[in-house]
């Protein structure tokens, strides 16, 4: 959340690394470019359980891990780039109880409020005003993460107006309301207000549990982060054994903060099945969607949280009575993975990476993807194996198939 007890010139290319732990806590890393003329405060809301104290935020000391985000961004190919400005806002209340536990971490003082009342417990110049909190109702009963922050120091930089810094990763980690969900405080305030609409300049990462790794559709590191993060200066911020997630926010989206919560009671051993001659992986990415375009996406939305289960039931049945029945017709051979890939463009087989179509006399045993979808059932994974590449006419066959299966399931699903 970008949201500042006095005004700041310019905030931009806001990094956030949320990983769940155990004993239904969260850790979350914070990072932004900024340029500010005096010290402030950032706030950031917790959706933290009722009643918790001071002592419910462990606050992580990264100060000698600066690089942490490059580090973090080297997993991944390199996302484009975009620039977004971000306003601060003034503040004033009186002081009227013991202040707040400081923590000194990194270059930063830290303090933990668990509830907005315990706001008043800071230095005056580090709240926000009562009346900003009127834009933001959603956090009446949430906890609230303080960084103390100065503004770049040195007589040559105020001279030649270069202040803007990197601010140092900030870290913490907070009990969960929700133990299902991870949580992104991603709200602008400007001047304030929360408008509806703010411009993104963000990149979020994550190591979510089972759940979401399963059924969300981020982009998913080139290895584990162990190949690419320090784990010993990282300081157990990280899984090093395990991959990272990342998705990029530019642009004008909703003010909200991003969540990732899984699908309804999800059955991770359903998602994924093998036949002799097909590999399905069952695909509910639009339980995430947090801006569906149209009516079609919000169907594939509701689908996807809260009927998963019955869908993956019964997509596979329908696809391993599929494999029996077609199995001569259409060719197939038991699958492999390590079966050269093709895709389906249309009526033509595409070679994928080189973004080609194959030869006309292209032969041999090849696995084919292919993205059944419906009005209810979002674009699904499907391969199957072929002891030759089908030709235009056969896969206008196996589309069909494919979308009347998909129909008659969509026609099971619950209402």
Same mark, same amino acid.
């Given at each position: ?172 980690s907070f009990p969960r309301r929700d133990p299902a969900t991870l949580f992104f405080p991603t709200v602008h305030v400007h001047d304030g ?26 982009e998913r590191s080139l290895g584990p982060l162990q190949d690419y993060v320090d784990p010993g200066r990282a ?59 149209? #009516?079609? =996406?919000?169907? @594939?939305? &509701? ?6 289960? %019955? +869908?993956? !039931? $019964?997509? *596979?049945? /329908? ?58 059932? #979002?674009? =699904?994974?499907? @391969?199957? &194996? ?6 235009? %006419? +056969?896969? !206008? $066959?196996? *589309?069909? /198939? ?14």
């Amino acid at each position: 959340m970008c949201c500042f007890s006095r005004p700041v010139r310019h905030v931009s290319s806001t990094s956030i690394f949320a990983r769940e732990l155990a004993r239904a806590r969260q850790l979350l890393v914070y990072s932004m470019n900024l340029d500010a003329d005096e010290e402030l405060a950032m706030i950031l809301p917790l959706p933290v359980p009722p009643g918790v104290d001071e002592r419910a935020v462990e606050f992580i000391d990264l100060e000698g891990y600066a690089r942490f985000f490059r580090d973090l961004a080297a997993a991944f190919p390199p996302p484009a780039v975009a620039l977004s400005r971000g306003r601060g806002m003034l503040a004033a209340a009186p002081e009227s109880r013991p202040r707040l536990t400081v923590h000194r971490v990194g270059r930063f003082e830290a303090s933990f409020a668990p509830t907005r009342a315990d706001l008043d417990r800071l230095d005056p110049r580090f709240q926000l005003a009562p009346d900003a909190w009127d834009s933001l109702p959603q956090y009446r009963d949430y906890g609230f993460a303080v960084f103390k922050l100065r503004p770049r120091a040195g007589l040559l930089g105020r001279l030649l107006g270069r202040r803007r810094q990197t601010v140092h990763p900030m870290a913490f980690s907070f009990p969960r309301r929700d133990p299902a969900t991870l949580f992104f405080p991603t709200v602008h305030v400007h001047d304030g207000t929360a408008p509806a609409r703010a411009d993104f300049d963000h990149t979020l990462y994550c190591q979510p549990g089972p759940a979401i790794a399963r059924t969300f559709g981020w982009e998913r590191s080139l290895g584990p982060l162990q190949d690419y993060v320090d784990p010993g200066r990282a300081r157990a911020v990280i899984d090093p054994a395990s991959r990272c997630y990342r998705r990029s926010l530019y642009g004008s989206r909703p003010n909200r903060d991003m969540t990732l919560t899984p699908p309804e009671d999800v059955e991770l051993e359903r998602l994924r099945a093998r036949g002799e001659c097909f590999a399905l992986t069952v695909r509910a990415t639009a339980a995430y969607y947090d801006e569906p375009a149209h #009516e079609q =996406q919000r169907r @594939w939305h &509701a689908t996807a949280t809260r009927h998963l289960n %019955a +869908l993956a !039931r $019964d997509l *596979q049945r /329908e696809f391993q009575a599929l494999e029996q029945t077609n199995r001569e017709r259409w060719r197939l051979a038991p699958y492999d993975d390590a079966l050269r890939e093709l895709w389906v463009n249309g009526e033509r087989l595409w070679i994928p990476g080189l973004w080609a179509p194959i030869p006309s006399e292209d032969a041999g045993p090849a696995r084919v993807r292919f993205s059944p979808q419906s009005d209810h059932i #979002e674009p =699904q994974q499907l @391969w199957l &194996a072929f002891s030759q590449p089908p030709d235009a %006419a +056969l896969l !206008r $066959d196996i *589309q069909t /198939e494919l979308q009347r299966l998909l129909a008659d399931v969509e026609a099971r699903l619950p209402a």
